[in-house]
Structures are given as C-alpha cells and as structure tokens.
C-alpha cells in the first residue's frame, strides 16, 4: 500500500487540477463560452477515456450482468450528475471559483444530514462525535452564508492593466448572490448523489462500468437541455481557442483522471481521506483566482473560508473518532464472544 504521504501528494495534485478546471472555465465563460454546451462536450470527450479504464479494468474480471433496474437507476444517478454540472458552472459564471470552491465544502454538513433522514446516521447529543457532526454542520453553514451575503473590505487588489484570463469586471453583489446559491445546491446534489451512487455500487460492484454508462447518459441529456437552453447555433461550434483547451482539460483530467483517481484513493485510505483534502480547493481557488484571473480578495470571503474550514474539520473530527471507537468495539466484542456467549446482547442494540 502507497505511503499516506504520497498519497496526500495526489490528493492535492487532484485537488489542484479540479481547481484548475474552474479557473479556466470561468476564463472561457468570460470569452463568450456557452456552460451548457461545455458539460455535453466535456462529457463527451471523456467517454473514450472511461471506455479504455474500463476495458483495462475488466480484462480480467468482467463485470456483472446489468439489469433493468440498475440501468434505470444508473439514469436517475445521470440525471442528478447532469444536474450538478450545471449548477456548478452557472454558479462560477456568476460568482468566482473561490465561491464555488467554498460552497463545496458544505458536502459533509448536507451528507450529514441526509444520512440521519435515511437513518443511515444516528443522532445522539449524549456521544461528543454526534454533538461535533451536528455543530460543524451548524458552522459549516454559517460559513457558507457569511462568504455569500458579506462582502467587507478588499484585502488583495490586482491590477485593472494586468494581463489575466478573465476580459470582464466583478460580478455584481446579486450575481454573486445566485451565484453562491447555485453552488450550495450543486453541493447538495452531489450529497444526495454520493448517498445513491453507494447503493448503486452495492448492488452492482463495478464502478468502471457505473462512471462510463453514467457519463453517457449525462452526454444525451446535458444535450436535451443545452439545446433547450442554448439557442445560438454558434455556441455549438468547436473554436481552436481556450474554449477547446477547457474542454479537453475537463475530459482528461477531471470527468475521467479526477475520479478514477478519487476511487482509487478511497480503496486505499478511505472516503474521509479524500473528503479532508476539500479545503484545500478554496486556497488554492483563491491563489490561482486573483493570480490569473484578476480577481479582487474580499474579506468575506476569507473569514467565510475560515468558518467553513473549521466546521468541515469539526464534521470529520467527529466522524473520524466514530469510526475510531467502531473499530475498537469489534474486536473487542469478538474477544467476549470467545470467553462469554450472552456477552454479545450487551454490544448488540
């Protein structure tokens, strides 16, 4: 097994390129890039990529039969994919990618809370884990408001002559307002898509196959509602620019690098592993933000991060020494069963 070190070293490095994908997407936005045309063709060209992951994947080991129920829950999994891909690239069209960054790490506190609506968490403010999940939601909410609603002083300016990426000014308080809105959503969604993807892979154990049927079914229906939404026909037309660089960016290394990845290093270490890496995004967001694309750092924005950083971390504090007890109790619990049968029914609820 790989080092956590180097495995914190590709974490970031994922991190950085998800990051990146923002940055450029708001710098091709800015230069007239239709979002709704961007999620058809970055899904589209990441199909041969996840065609050859899978392939390479089942050579061995093919994958399990498909029925009719997991296609059709594989669509719905598309449908709340295609969602959150236009929610979150409409909110860094009216925001900033530092936002949406931000917005992002609200996912523990809503994953949180939709597992204790499903009962797949239990909620006890007699344990200090469930009372730390509950206060770091609390905060990591409040976090996310206090960036949205409040702007305050700026702290970094950049230079109207400087040459960035991004051709147009600031987006208006109200933009930015929907802009963090749209944002909170797409990370809700993505909550509730994490719940469902998991029963997904439980009856069906071939995530290779899960991510390339999903991401096709994304490509037809981000299609539907591109043509819907976009009627210039020249928003179709593929430019040699960096409207294509962003494109081909997003494919490669997001759509089918980013998650194939993300798998990988949740066999390895565990979900919670990747998920502590999130606020790692809004420093580098803002870096690469005011860096290249000439954006003004407000300090709401920074104290907003800091809020949600310290929830985030207070969210998985409390899920980490949960687990940490779990995995004493069990062996524990196998050391009475061998000396003392009924000893079980004390463990047992």
């Given at each position: 097994?790989?080092?956590?070190?180097?495995?914190?070293?590709?974490?970031?490095?994922?991190?950085?390129?998800?990051?990146?994908?923002?940055?450029?997407?708001?710098?091709?936005?800015?230069?007239?890039m239709?979002?709704?045309v961007?999620?058809?063709?970055s899904?589209?060209?990441?199909?041969?990529?996840?065609?050859?992951?899978?392939?390479?994947?089942h050579?061995?080991?093919p994958?399990?039969?498909?029925t009719?129920?997991?296609?059709?829950r594989?669509?719905?999994?598309?449908?709340?994919?295609?969602?959150?891909?236009?929610?979150?690239?409409?909110?860094?069209?009216?925001?900033?990618?530092?936002l949406a960054?931000?917005?992002?790490?609200?996912?523990?506190?809503?994953t949180?809370?939709?597992?204790?609506?499903?009962?797949?968490?239990?909620?006890?403010?007699?344990?200090?884990?469930?009372?730390?999940?509950?206060?770091?939601?609390?905060v990591s909410?409040?976090?996310?408001?206090?960036?949205?609603?409040?702007?305050?002083?700026?702290?970094?300016?950049?230079?109207?002559?400087?040459?960035?990426?991004?051709?147009?000014?600031?987006?208006?308080?109200?933009?930015?307002?929907?802009?963090?809105?749209?944002?909170?959503?797409?990370?809700?969604?993505?909550?509730?898509?994490?719940?469902?993807?998991?029963s997904?892979?439980?009856?069906?154990?071939?995530?290779?196959?899960?991510?390339?049927?999903?991401?096709?079914?994304?490509?037809?229906q981000?299609?539907?509602?591109?043509?819907?939404?976009?009627?210039?026909?020249?928003a179709?037309r593929?430019?040699?620019?960096?409207?294509?660089?962003?494109?081909?960016?997003?494919?490669?290394?997001?759509?089918?690098?980013r998650?194939?990845?993300?798998?990988?290093?949740?066999?390895?270490?565990?979900?919670?592993?990747?998920?502590?890496?999130?606020?790692?995004?809004i420093?580098i967001?803002?870096?690469?933000g005011?860096?290249?694309?000439?954006d003004t750092?407000?300090?709401?924005?920074?104290?907003?991060?800091?809020?949600?950083?310290?929830?985030?971390?207070?969210?998985?504090w409390?899920?980490?020494?949960?687990?940490?007890?779990?995995?004493?109790?069990?062996?524990?619990?196998?050391?009475?069963?061998?000396?003392?049968?009924p000893?079980?029914?004390?463990?047992?609820?």
């Amino acid at each position: 097994m790989m080092s956590s070190v180097k495995l914190a070293l590709v974490m970031i490095i994922v991190v950085s390129l998800d990051m990146g994908l923002s940055n450029i997407t708001k710098a091709a936005m800015s230069r007239g890039m239709s979002q709704f045309v961007f999620v058809v063709y970055s899904n589209l060209f990441a199909l041969p990529c996840l065609v050859l992951f899978s392939f390479l994947f089942h050579r061995r080991t093919p994958p399990p039969p498909l029925t009719p129920s997991i296609i059709c829950r594989i669509f719905v999994l598309g449908l709340i994919s295609c969602s959150i891909q236009m929610l979150m690239y409409v909110g860094i069209r009216y925001s900033s990618p530092t936002l949406a960054s931000a917005m992002s790490d609200l996912l523990p506190a809503f994953t949180f809370v939709l597992a204790i609506i499903t009962r797949m968490e239990n909620l006890d403010f007699r344990a200090s884990t469930s009372c730390a999940k509950s206060i770091g939601t609390i905060v990591s909410i409040t976090g996310a408001l206090t960036m949205t609603l409040y702007e305050g002083p700026p702290i970094v300016f950049t230079s109207s002559t400087s040459t960035n990426l991004n051709g147009n000014g600031l987006a208006p308080q109200a933009s930015w307002d929907v802009g963090g809105f749209l944002s909170a959503i797409a990370a809700f969604l993505l909550a509730i898509l994490y719940v469902f993807q998991t029963s997904i892979i439980t009856a069906y154990p071939a995530e290779p196959m899960v991510t390339l049927i999903c991401c096709s079914f994304v490509v037809v229906q981000s299609s539907i509602v591109s043509l819907i939404a976009e009627r210039n026909p020249s928003a179709w037309r593929l430019r040699p620019d960096f409207e294509l660089i962003a494109i081909v960016y997003a494919a490669v290394f997001v759509v089918s690098l980013r998650k194939v990845t993300s798998i990988w290093v949740i066999r390895q270490k565990g979900p919670f592993f990747v998920a502590m890496f999130e606020p790692v995004g809004i420093v580098i967001a803002v870096v690469m933000g005011v860096t290249f694309l000439g954006d003004t750092l407000y300090l709401g924005s920074v104290v907003g991060a800091v809020i949600i950083a310290i929830g985030f971390y207070t969210v998985m504090w409390g899920k980490a020494k949960e687990e940490k007890i779990l995995q004493d109790i069990q062996p524990h619990g196998m050391e009475s069963s061998s000396h003392n049968g009924p000893l079980l029914q004390n463990i047992t609820p």
